[in-house]
């Protein structure tokens, strides 16, 4: 199936934040764009460029402004934060998702996530804001 095969260290994958979370400014991605919430358990969501825009992507989350974050997939694996291909994802199969299963909700409290969402802050950037998937 497209999308399990492994994560190169070029890829570019997006984090979607919704915007009262982060709004694209200051130019500094704050860590808590990377903190886990209830719903991450087997890790934070991310999407493959390779697979899909950051337009489309804003669109599988509901909200009228999604704020796009891009990440270089070397950059993560860098810092020690692993990748995983997860092509069935919470919206269902398609290619374009994937985990960072180090930074999961059970892990909320444990020494060390702090260090983990930083890294990750550290090497991310704003790509825009666009309309996410209408409410229904």
């Given at each position: 199936?497209?999308?399990?095969?492994?994560?190169?260290?070029?890829?570019?994958?997006?984090?979607?934040?919704?915007?009262?979370?982060y709004?694209?400014?200051?130019?500094?991605?704050?860590?808590?764009?990377?903190?886990?919430?209830?719903?991450?358990?087997?890790?934070?969501?991310?999407?493959?460029?390779?697979?899909?825009?950051?337009?489309e992507?804003?669109?599988?989350?509901?909200?009228?402004?999604?704020?796009?974050?891009?990440?270089?997939?070397?950059?993560?694996?860098?810092?020690?934060?692993?990748?995983?291909?997860?092509?069935?994802?919470?919206?269902?199969?398609?290619?374009?998702?994937?985990?960072?299963?180090?930074?999961?909700?059970?892990?909320?409290?444990?020494?060390?996530?702090?260090?983990?969402?930083?890294?990750?802050?550290d090497?991310?950037?704003?790509?825009?804001?666009?309309?996410?998937?209408?409410?229904?």
């Amino acid at each position: 199936m497209d999308g399990d095969e492994p994560i190169e260290p070029e890829e570019t994958l997006y984090r979607l934040v919704s915007r009262g979370a982060y709004d694209g400014t200051p130019a500094e991605v704050p860590p808590a764009v990377f903190e886990p919430k209830p719903n991450d358990t087997d890790g934070l969501s991310l999407f493959r460029a390779k697979y899909i825009t950051k337009e489309e992507a804003a669109r599988r989350r509901k909200g009228r402004g999604i704020c796009v974050v891009a990440i270089k997939a070397g950059d993560l694996i860098k810092a020690g934060i692993s990748i995983i291909p997860d092509p069935v994802g919470p919206n269902g199969p398609g290619p374009a998702h994937a985990l960072l299963p180090q930074l999961n909700y059970t892990a909320i409290n444990t020494p060390g996530l702090a260090a983990l969402e930083n890294a990750c802050a550290d090497v991310a950037k704003s790509v825009g804001i666009f309309p996410g998937k209408a409410s229904s």
